[in-house]
T-cell receptor, first 115, second 107 residues
Framework: EAQVTQNPRYLITVTGKKLTVTCSQNMNHEYMSWYRQDPGLGLRQIYYSMNVEVTDKGDVPEGYKVSRKEKRNFPLILESPSPNQTSLYFC??????????????FGSGTRLTVV | SQELEQSPQSLIVQEGKNLTINCTSSKTLYGLYWYKQKYGEGLIFLMMLQKGGEEKSHEKITAKLDEKKQQSSLHITASQPSHAGIYLCGANNDMRFGAGTRLTVKP
């Protein structure tokens, strides 16, 4: 089944403890992206990647890192999480940078709580 | 950057009623996506509109892009509890999203 898989689905952590949220897609998509979703603010893009070894900042990159060493994986790294990074995170992918008629494929989300 | 405004922010309707959600862009859209999100879950692609005046339907959901390609409306006919969720519009230009419209359908 074609899908974007995120792990974990839920995570509670403490301030300052490094964490990684994994994202993997099995559709051979070139483009991958991370969003965070907060009440009243909608989806905001954190980072995106047009292809392997190519990453760019989105609208809210502060406090996050990403890497794209291989096409299928696009992990999101929080080196020193803070409570304001408590949010619902989504990974998305598409064949190319501009989504086609089928839009982006989204993962199921990771709900992160930083205490 | 593209700004997408959705209205209303939330909507409560009785089952069987029709409803409309709007998405307005500050710039001309190259294309617009509509997604549905069940609470706390991932986004499901509904449809994409590209041409001015284009209208598409999926089951009881119809979306239209205006001629100027700056506004889209999503219309649900005879709403059902299964339609409940958050509806988001996204711009093809830069994949920014509106803040979403939370729909509740009362049985």
């Amino acid at each position: 089944e074609a899908q974007v898989t995120q792990n974990p689905r839920y995570l509670i952590t403490v301030t300052g403890k490094k964490l990684t949220v994994t994202c993997s897609q099995n559709m051979n998509h070139e483009y991958m992206s991370w969003y965070r979703q907060d009440p009243g603010l909608g989806l905001r893009q954190i980072y995106y990647s047009m292809n392997v070894e190519v990453t760019d900042k989105g609208d809210v990159p502060e406090g996050y890192k990403v890497s794209r060493k291989e096409k299928r994986n696009f992990p999101l790294i929080l080196e020193s999480p803070s409570p304001n990074q408590t949010s619902l995170y989504f990974c998305a992918s598409s064949l190319y940078g501009t989504p086609d008629n089928y839009g982006y494929t989204f993962g199921s989300g990771t709900r992160l709580t930083v205490v | 950057s593209q700004e997408l405004e959705q209205s209303p922010q939330s909507l409560i309707v009785q089952e069987g009623k029709n409803l409309t959600i709007n998405c307005t862009s500050s710039k001309t859209l190259y294309g617009l996506y509509w997604y549905k999100q069940k609470y706390g879950e991932g986004l499901i692609f509904l449809m994409m509109l590209q041409k001015g005046g284009e209208e598409k339907s999926h089951e009881k959901i119809t979306a239209k892009l205006d001629e100027k390609k700056q506004q889209s409306s999503l219309h649900i006919t005879a709403s059902q509890p299964s339609h409940a969720g958050i509806y988001l519009c996204g711009a093809n230009n830069d994949m920014r999203f509106g803040a979403g419209t939370r729909l509740t359908v009362k049985p």
